[in-house]
């Protein structure tokens, strides 16, 4: 892998711009990935005890909230060692590795998001048949494809850039990301413009069938209160996590690719840091918050929690 590449280290500068505020900014990203880790693990906690819970909505879920922590662990480590550090740099290897970690995470995310949506269109839509149709074995099975898809799909796109010969070491960005690291390339990176072309192609076809999932839902809706009662309580943070999830991609996206030089760094920062701190924090809130199986269970959880602390407190 090195011997096609100039560069040993990568230099991240958009650090250049957070020399003033490195005391507020450490804390706020301590205090987020805190966040991240306690809601995260909470709510995978209260699916696998619960055996209520041990149904395909929610079993996708809790593979959303650990995709969550694999994708902060890739991202938030390296960053809090950043903002208390003078230099600002990141091995060949270790920023191939953040790529893969951060943007495999995110084509995880919208799998399950894809999923979801499709478990949620057999619910409402063809309510008698659900049982048969989202099976255990099924449901594992498309669980398994939701993460290995994507992980082989990311691997391809390191492989391809992993034989560019680079020509420069400045990544502007917080952190490595793939298209940064391509254009640094000495020579033609038409393969990895195709792949990637085909890639965001794949990803929009995901979009495309939730797009048509919720349009038989909507249909199916209209026709009964039951279908509307199910439609609002369980499509409605699907839909917030999907509109979270996609407003952020889209942000990362369009600023890899077609930023202006023009754009401030600390709106290019904001914009390339902002799915990987509000999705994993405010969808499992807004989940736990809107499900009524979720939260009563958290609910009783967090009392037999507190009685305890309050037994060996007295005794």
Same mark, same amino acid.
């Given at each position: 892998?090195?011997?096609?590449?100039?560069?040993?280290?990568?230099?991240?500068?958009?650090?250049?711009?957070?020399?003033? #505020? /490195?005391?507020?900014?450490? @804390?706020?990203?301590?205090?987020?990935?805190?966040?991240?880790?306690?809601?995260?693990?909470?709510?995978?906690?209260?699916?696998?005890?619960?055996?209520?819970?041990?149904?395909?909505?929610?079993?996708?879920?809790? *593979?959303?909230?650990?995709?969550?922590?694999?994708?902060?662990?890739? +991202?938030?480590?390296?960053?809090?060692?950043?903002?208390?550090?003078?230099?600002?740099?990141?091995?060949?290897?270790?920023?191939?590795?953040?790529?893969?970690?951060?943007?495999?995470?995110?084509?995880?995310?919208?799998?399950?998001?894809?999923?979801?949506? #499709?478990?949620? #269109?057999?619910?409402?839509?063809?309510?008698?048949?659900?049982? *048969?149709?989202?099976?255990? /074995?099924?449901?594992?099975?498309?669980?398994?494809?939701?993460?290995?898809?994507?992980?082989?799909?990311?691997?391809?796109?390191?492989?391809?850039?992993?034989?560019?010969?680079?020509?420069? @070491?400045?990544?502007? %960005?917080? #952190?490595?990301?793939?298209?940064?690291?391509? %254009?640094?390339?000495?020579?033609?990176?038409?393969?990895?413009?195709?792949?990637?072309?085909?890639?965001?192609?794949?990803?929009?076809?995901?979009?495309?069938?939730?797009?048509?999932?919720?349009?038989?839902?909507?249909?199916?809706?209209?026709?009964? %209160?039951? @279908?509307?009662?199910?439609?609002?309580?369980?499509?409605?943070?699907?839909? +917030?996590?999907?509109?979270?999830?996609?407003?952020?991609?889209?942000?990362?996206?369009?600023?890899? /690719?077609?930023?202006?030089?023009?754009?401030?760094?600390?709106?290019?920062?904001?914009?390339?840091?902002?799915?990987?701190?509000?999705?994993?924090?405010?969808?499992?809130?807004?989940?736990?918050?809107?499900?009524? %199986?979720?939260?009563?269970?958290?609910?009783?959880?967090?009392?037999?929690?507190?009685? /305890?602390?309050?037994?060996?407190?007295?005794?």
């Amino acid at each position: 892998m090195n011997n096609t590449c100039s560069a040993a280290l990568f230099v991240l500068s958009g650090f250049t711009v957070t020399v003033n #505020y /490195r005391a507020e900014l450490f @804390s706020l990203t301590l205090l987020c990935y805190c966040l991240i880790l306690i809601v995260n693990a909470s709510l995978i906690l209260t699916i696998v005890l619960d055996p209520k819970l041990h149904e395909p909505m929610y079993i996708f879920l809790c *593979s959303l909230c650990i995709n969550a922590l694999y994708g902060s662990v890739g +991202f938030y480590p390296k960053f809090v060692f950043d903002l208390i550090s003078d230099i600002h740099v990141i091995s060949y290897v270790g920023c191939m590795m953040q790529v893969f970690v951060i943007y495999s995470n995110v084509k995880i995310d919208y799998s399950i998001l894809v999923l979801m949506a #499709y478990d949620r #269109y057999v619910a409402i839509c063809r309510p008698l048949q659900y049982h *048969s149709i989202m099976s255990v /074995r099924r449901t594992a099975v498309l669980l398994t494809l939701s993460w290995l898809v994507p992980l082989c799909c990311e691997t391809l796109v390191i492989s391809l850039t992993s034989t560019l010969k680079l020509c420069g @070491s400045h990544i502007d %960005k917080l #952190y490595c990301e793939n298209w940064s690291i391509v %254009k640094l390339a000495c020579g033609s990176t038409k393969a990895n413009d195709v792949v990637g072309l085909i890639l965001i192609s794949f990803y929009i076809c995901h979009a495309l069938c939730i797009a048509c999932s919720y349009v038989q839902l909507v249909k199916s809706a209209l026709r009964s %209160k039951e @279908s509307r009662r199910k439609f609002k309580q369980t499509c409605g943070p699907h839909l +917030f996590c999907l509109l979270n999830v996609t407003t952020a991609l889209l942000f990362d996206v369009l600023y890899s /690719r077609y930023g202006s030089a023009s754009v401030s760094q600390h709106l290019k920062n904001f914009m390339a840091m902002e799915f990987l701190i509000i999705p994993p924090i405010l969808n499992p809130v807004f989940y736990g918050l809107t499900l009524t %199986k979720i939260r009563n269970r958290m609910i009783c959880l967090s009392g037999i929690v507190h009685q /305890r602390l309050r037994l060996k407190w007295y005794t």
